[in-house]
């Protein structure tokens, strides 16, 4: 603490002044260089493990830097971009095209896709009738009275209208007519915003099933059955099959509505306009996309690298991820 006598005219003001010369340059180097190696990054919640890994790997390698992760459904986490103006540095999506819908190109001008996943049914040892389920029988089980499951929200989360998807892509492939509407009017009370916030649902007994992402379950040791490839959203060579159904969710302005038709699945990462650490950002998105870096620890956590990929916005990417994608069309 400094202590000092105030005295009348010049030599008050050189007191003064002497004072805030001590004081302010430490406020400086507590707020304004903490901040200036601070990153943030917001993701989806089914990125949660891996992308804790990643950052931890990042901080290491870049020594005095915070990464500062935030975890929402994909659709959540651009509407804090675009809708409330929240400062994001980097911005990972489980389906790319949120952010080609909500952030391209007001808020970004580049989104590059790089890892693929599938949607499966997750319980464990606890769950109702988990000896019997199987690929040909579960949504009889799902079906069942004393059998609760829950899925997340569709206007919220990319997993959550891939579930709808899902269960309108199982109605033609079992035969089944009135399948997909049993299914989505079952249980409704159990749609959480992220898929993630499902799993303490599951853990408590509350539900017995989740429509869930395999690389969610692979991480935290859960059970989950493969579905069919015709369902499961997978095969980039059933891009037509899957493309044959379709769910609305809400659109980039209040009232309107945005079609989405079943596609692979693929992620996206891009660096919002708005960042106020781009050459920090497009540094982790670099370490991110690196085969022996980041892309080796979405595999270990059942997220298989789709890099390098098509790229509609090549020109616009940053020189430096260039060599990640290709020129759409190329």
């Known amino acids: ?196 916030d499902l799993l303490a649902l599951l853990e408590s007994g509350t539900i017995d099933y989740i429509f869930l992402y395999r690389s969610v379950a692979q991480q935290h040791g859960l059970q989950y059955l493969v579905l069919p490839d015709e369902i499961n959203l997978k095969k980039p060579g059933l891009s037509d099959l899957y493309a044959s159904v379709s769910v609305d969710i809400s659109g980039k302005k209040p009232g309107t509505v945005i079609t989405k038709r079943g596609a692979p699945m693929v992620y996206g990462v891009t660096v919002p306009r708005s960042s106020q650490q781009p050459e920090l950002a497009i540094r982790f998105v670099e370490f991110l996309l690196d085969e022996s870096k980041g892309l080796a620890v979405m595999e270990r956590n059942g997220q298989p690298s789709v890099v390098p990929s098509s790229v509609e916005d090549y020109d616009e990417l940053p020189d430096g991820l260039k060599r990640f994608a290709t020129r759409s069309g190329a």
């Open 1 to 196: 603490m400094i202590s000092f006598k105030v005295r009348s005219g010049f030599s008050a003001l050189v007191s003064v002044a002497v004072v805030l010369a001590v004081v302010a340059p430490s406020c400086s180097r507590e707020g304004k260089m903490d901040d200036s190696r601070n990153l943030i990054i917001f993701h989806a919640g089914s990125l949660s493990v891996p992308f804790k890994e990643i950052a931890e790997a990042f901080e290491k390698e870049n020594p005095g830097v915070k990464v500062s992760l935030e975890a929402a459904g994909s659709r959540t986490c651009a509407r804090k971009i675009s809708d409330l103006g929240r400062r994001c540095d980097v911005m990972a999506s489980a389906d790319y095209s949120v952010i080609d819908a909500l952030l391209i190109p007001e808020h970004a001008a580049w989104n590059i896709k790089f890892a693929s996943n599938e949607m499966a049914i997750v319980y464990h040892d606890g769950s109702r009738s988990a000896g019997e389920i199987d690929a040909d029988n579960w949504h009889e089980i799902l079906l069942r009275d004393d059998v609760a499951f829950g899925r997340s929200d569709p206007n919220s989360d990319p997993c959550g209208y891939r579930a709808v998807l899902t269960v309108k892509l199982a109605e033609r492939h079992y035969g089944l007519d009135g399948l997909s509407g049993s299914l989505l009017e079952k249980d409704n009370e159990y749609i959480r915003p992220k898929e993630t």
